[in-house]
């Protein structure tokens, strides 16, 4: 096994490293290398007088994995590797063009993000996509530590299911006739689950194949749902408030150099200090629609806010963000409690983030009672389908007691975080067509 | 929010609990009660005499949801709660036998077992199964906790895939034409992220819809997989042998209670034992041949070995675990390194647990070389869709370094745990058939 890496030179030392050639540049009788592996990054410097095989050295291809031997040295504020002798693991034949880590590779612009959705296989390996991944890896961990620390349970939600929150349309079906098709949203299972465990979250490849396509979805994404009993929208909002903050506290604790490195530094703590509960402003949908109103929004009532009309309501509060209550029935799931005071809305609260970043998080209080399920799935226009969502509607007679939930995109809350223009550089094998798949 | 729960219950004190009722005896003037909630169960008394609203608390239906205020006692071992008064928080109305949490209801029972494939919605809430659900998370989370310690970080594996580990048979399809179904395995995903991480470790739901149906095996299962850099058979054996008996010792220590009750200290703890890598024995595929020809079995070398095979195998090392090792390649995955005394065989080894509760993990040396790819996808039958996995095997050009991975069952690793019959009792929504999905 491997047991020494990048991360773990000190300066001074002989050392045997196990790595691969990010890029390199020859200047006459010197070689410069980026060097990476599991850990990280180091540049290396190799020269004809030094180096054992340095003609041949010149010539490995970017994408070889390589030990190589050699003295650490401080260079700066940083460490070097002056290479003495290496040996070839395993070489890089293959005719790709642009290579992966080539420094003159911008992975991020438009023009380059094709190799990401049609050669995954390549390019994941690119060291930004790593980082960003090695991110979202660290941002999962401390979503794990905030539920379990709180009381919670990971909960396995199933992939294949009978049930659509919404509209079939959106669905990835695996058998038309039969209705059943991958998982949008867990709720169906964890409110069954909320009668053993009281609190549960979990963390599922949910699939929804949006006709509009859009930089914040993609076909399969990850998806946090978390479900408690006993909770009002209130609580549910403050939670959620606090949830997002923390985890991406914590996130940046962990990762505070590449993070600073990708987005910078001012950058990132500007963005961790909006996501401070104290700076969230909480307003309601009709408060929303006169705002769009005072700034000639020609907008219809009842439906969903456009990422150009949420950037309008964030920038009307400072560019913080903005919590829209009480959404209308008409762009909800059919088991989200109504409004009391309103039966045309929802208890429902969503997280637009500012900038144009959108909405990243929603809260629902749930339907209790069995009739109000019926009378909500005939405006919803799913009892023609009753027969998949039976049992859920009789779980209403089942002791069901008041209960609510949280649904995360993760993409999107990291598109925020770290700055990124579109929700494939956060997902390892992006899929935004089905039939472009590629691995 | 819900801040008292029956694990807080202390003796003498004035209580008031939102819990459940699981069943309930009446004698005379008196009312047993047994009590849920999320944290656990308590029983508690309710007579004529003590309670406001006996009478009509003896006619409230079994898995009610209520608030009730009484007396914690001491009796015996055990706390119990004096019921002075309730309040019903959600009816339970639904004519449905057997109660999910009646006493005289044997959820294991094979003729009870069709309740949880189609009413999972109902019947999830079997406090047996629940119990069992709360230990997976725990050993979920256990696992994570050791693969972090260890370096690893947890990758996101995707769930629509070009790509077969072994037949296309028997994939879960969503679109025949265009080959992409849902991933059996994650290893055509993981190798490419090795090169950005190293350690990766991913628990995913896989499908496989196998035509045997057998008490080992799910359409939706959880899959742990495990990959890393530089690896020999040999140390990836030594790594699992550690990390099950690690995860499950953890799981026990947090969860002694509940599992003792499920399976019985005695056995638990002899299970454990088992579990030890000190008792684990290591025999080549040969050599497992050998054994079954002593014991007068037909056995067609190259096949896998059957249910009955492998406790032939586990008997003769006095009920111990035993590894096979050096599997033949007809059944084994296309990417898996061949040995190199013997091309006929594999790199691999297989991990079988005593008293037919058979194979839980396996362990694989991976193919490097990019012509080994090739001319093993030849002998599998796969160059006539060398375009679903062109990329794949084009990694083996890009620097790829030796590299091996651990894939895990994790309900059969529970199934031996937990001394359980079957898989579908430790899958909160199980699969046995497409077609009768009703979740």
Known sequence: ???????????????????????????????????????????????????????????????????????????????????KNYEIIANSTLNIFPFPNAKSFNILSPKSSGRLLFHPTFYIRNRLISKILYIKAVFKREMQNYFWNNGFIEFE????????????????????????????????????????????FTITNSHSDEKVKTNRHLIEYMHLKAEMT???LEELVEFAKNMYYQIAFNTYEKCKKIMNEIVGEEIVKNKLEKLNPKNHKVITYDQAVEILKENNIDFEYGKSLTTKQEKILTKKFNENFVWV????????????????????????????????????????????????????????????????????????????????????????????????DHVKYIKPFPVVKINQINH
Not at 27 to 45: P, T
Not at 57 to 76: H, P, V
Not at 177 to 194: D, N, Q, V
Not at 396 to 403: D, E, M, V
């Open 157 to 200: 939600a199933p992939t294949l299911t009978r049930q659509t929150l919404y509209e079939d349309s959106g669905v990835v079906w695996i058998n038309n006739k039969k209705h059943i098709g991958l998982s949008r949203c867990a709720t169906f299972h964890l409110e069954p689950a909320l009668l053993s465990f009281e609190r549960l």
């Open 1 to 83: 096994m491997k047991n020494f890496y990048i991360k773990d030179i000190l300066p001074n030392q002989n050392i045997k490293l196990k790595c691969w050639i990010a890029d390199k540049r020859q200047l006459k009788n010197n070689l410069f290398l980026d060097l990476y592996d599991g850990s990280g990054e180091i540049e290396a410097l190799a020269s004809i007088n030094e180096t054992e095989n340095f003609v041949q050295l010149c010539k490995i291809n970017r994408e070889s994995c390589m030990e190589i031997t050699g003295l650490s040295k401080k260079y700066k504020d940083k460490i070097e590797i002056l290479i």
């Open 325 to 420: 209550k009480y959404i209308p029935y008409t762009v909800e799931g059919f088991m989200f409690k109504r409004y009391e005071k309103n039966k045309f809305l929802t208890m429902t609260a969503d997280l637009i983030a500012p900038q144009g970043f959108g909405e990243i998080l929603g809260c629902a209080e749930k339907i209790t009672d069995y009739d109000d399920v019926i009378s909500s799935m005939e405006d919803k226009n799913k009892m023609k389908d009753f027969e998949r969502y039976k049992d859920f509607a009789e779980l209403h007679k089942l002791g069901l007691p008041p209960h609510g939930g949280i649904g995360m995109g993760i993409e999107r809350a990291l598109k925020y975080l770290l700055n990124l």
């Open 230 to 232: 006993f909770v009002t």
